[in-house]
């Protein structure tokens, strides 16, 4: 019964510990919001940065499990490529390590609860006031859980028994059969709990109470590393295969890394001896154990750093893309969205959705430029019918593409308004789903303008030469307008970029009534008149997607 008691008080502790590590990482995302997933996107530019953002992400979130998740998702959304993820995962993995050292340097010399009660305290406080910084209360109480946790780790586990150290003794007196026990252990114990920095917790709370000696702990370090792949692999299933790819990546990462490790496991753990001051036991132990994990990421970092083109080609030769599946949402939309780690937050979902936009946005680019191209050749192709039943064709799958993702990617975001947003995220949402009706409508008005040019063909209401050569600079208008709000999309335009986008909804604006005074004119002098009232209401149409591009540039100002 006393072991029972005991064993779920472990238990217990490890939970908290874990539920803190929640806690804080949900809090410092939200905290953070957009700008910590957005960091994400500007180290692809060589790969000491992305080792350097993977490192500052991952510990400030404390879970390279919650940095690892973020970028199989952004590399599933398009918005990474396989090359650049791998210098975060290699930081996130170097981030990872400021755990240990604060479970080592704070979590056993001195009382816990001095740490752990204020920083609920406060965190309760910060989070029940209705203020911009709520977010950050959560952080604190998720530190000062983790310290409670800490401390009921330390106050669980029973005193060594002499019959205890024997056993360890013999353990140990294995040899590489030990070590081997070991990885597999910390391996499991990881892929248990999702968290190799629990499991690595817990392992330095043993070793502290000599309850596994250095060596076995050092082991079972490098086994966590391991199992702590097992959520990009989760995150990756039924993702693209850069996604699937670059989960791949972690795995052949940490397991490579830790074998390695393994063929100088003495020679390193003399380096971690030599740079950690004290003996390796006793209440040394911890230090040493976070030297040691930090020492093997980055040896790890420093051995595959110059060869990340060729870990590429590598991932990519074992899992080959699938043309098809690649391609098998040409006809039908799908918004796949998956994250199995306990470490996702809505910001995470608002971001992908943004990138899902932005393609929503090239759909409409793609539709006017179309249009635009039949335009200014109508008049010379020979089989005018073929061409604009072509047109029409392709307008019509496009949007009816872009009726799914509407109604997708508004069904998403009013789920992400369910949860926990920070206000900056909840009024990025608002905007989101106001764009998201003014690009869709735009797709409408394409379709409609295609329609419209069908009609003149059938009804042989071509227009005339010089009408067709008014219309031009005002079709290049909205063209330059689309083309605006489609670079821009995701940032929020300066003063300058709106001057601009206004002098280009007052210039479209001057030329539809310009053209309107033309059509009118050549009514009242005699010509076709259903084929000039056609030219009008193609005028007004286009007029309008100029009106979505300035509603959807002054959202963006907002």
């Not at 039943?389 to 997708?408: F, G, I, P, Q, V």
């Amino acid at each position: 019964m006393v072991v029972v008691i005991a064993l779920l008080r472990i238990i217990g502790g490890l939970c908290l510990f874990l539920y803190g590590m929640k806690v804080m990482s949900d809090g410092v995302q939200q905290a953070a919001g957009d700008r910590l997933q957005r960091a994400l996107g500007f180290m692809t530019r060589n790969r000491f940065i992305a080792i350097l953002t993977g490192f500052v992400v991952t510990a400030l979130v404390q879970s390279s499990s919650a940095t690892t998740v973020m970028l199989v998702s952004f590399v599933n959304a398009g918005l990474l490529t396989l090359t650049q993820s791998i210098g975060v995962i290699m930081g996130a993995n170097i981030g990872t390590t400021t755990t240990a050292w604060i479970v080592s340097l704070i979590g056993f010399n001195f009382d816990i609860a001095s740490l752990a009660l204020p920083a609920v305290g406060i965190g309760f406080i910060v989070r029940i006031l209705k203020w911009k910084h709520q977010a950050w209360g959560e952080a604190f109480l998720g530190f000062g859980f983790i310290f409670l946790g800490l401390q009921f780790l330390n106050e669980s586990l029973p005193p060594v028994s002499p019959e205890s150290l024997e056993f360890i003794r013999r353990v140990s007196g294995l040899g590489l059969a030990s070590i081997l026990l070991s990885l597999g252990i910390g391996t499991a114990v990881t892929l248990l709990i999702h968290s190799s920095a629990a499991s690595i917790t817990l392992v330095i709370a043993l070793s502290f109470r000599q309850v596994v000696n250095y060596e076995m702990a050092a082991a079972m370090i490098l086994g966590a590393n391991i199992g702590t792949t097992i959520d990009a692999i989760l995150a990756a299933i039924g993702a693209r295969t850069a996604a699937k790819q670059t989960a791949l990546v972690h795995v052949l990462f940490n397991v490579a890394g830790s074998f390695i490790v393994l063929l100088f496991f003495e020679p390193i753990l003399g380096l971690v001896d030599y740079l950690t001051p004290g003996s390796p036991e006793g209440a040394g132990v911890a230090a040493h154990l976070a030297m040691f994990h930090s020492v093997f990421n980055i040896f790890c970092t420093i051995i595959f750093l110059p060869f990340v083109k060729q870990f590429a080609a590598l991932v990519s030769f074992i899992i080959k893309g699938d043309a098809a599946q690649e391609n098998e949402s040409s006809d039908h939309y799908h918004f796949v969205f998956r994250s199995a780690s306990i470490q996702d937050t809505p910001e995470l979902g608002v971001l992908r959705a943004e990138k899902e936009i932005r393609d929503l946005a090239g759909i409409a680019s793609s539709m006017y430029a179309r249009i635009s191209a039949v335009l200014k050749t109508l008049r010379e192709t020979e089989n005018k019918e073929e061409a604009v039943t072509l047109l029409n064709e392709e307008m019509k799958n496009k949007e009816a593409y872009a009726d799914e993702m509407r109604e997708s990617l508004t069904s998403f975001l009013i789920e992400c308004t369910r949860e926990q947003l920070n206000p900056r995220s909840e009024r990025r949402v608002s905007q989101l789903l106001r764009i998201i009706v003014d690009l869709e409508d735009m797709t409408d008005d394409c379709y409609s303008v295609g329609l419209l040019l069908e009609r003149s063909v059938r009804k042989n209401q071509i227009f005339k030469g010089k009408e067709m050569e008014a219309l031009f600079p005002y079709v290049d208008l909205v063209e330059d307008f689309l083309s605006l709000v489609r670079n821009y999309l995701g940032r929020r335009l300066t003063p300058e970029q709106i001057g601009y986008a206004r002098e280009l909804e007052e210039k479209i604006d001057k030329s539809r009534d310009r053209l309107r005074k033309l059509g009118r004119k050549r009514i009242e002098s005699g010509v076709d008149v259903k084929t000039e009232l056609l030219f009008i209401d193609l005028v007004r149409r286009i007029e309008k997607l100029g009106d979505y591009c300035f509603d959807i540039a002054a959202t963006m100002a907002r």
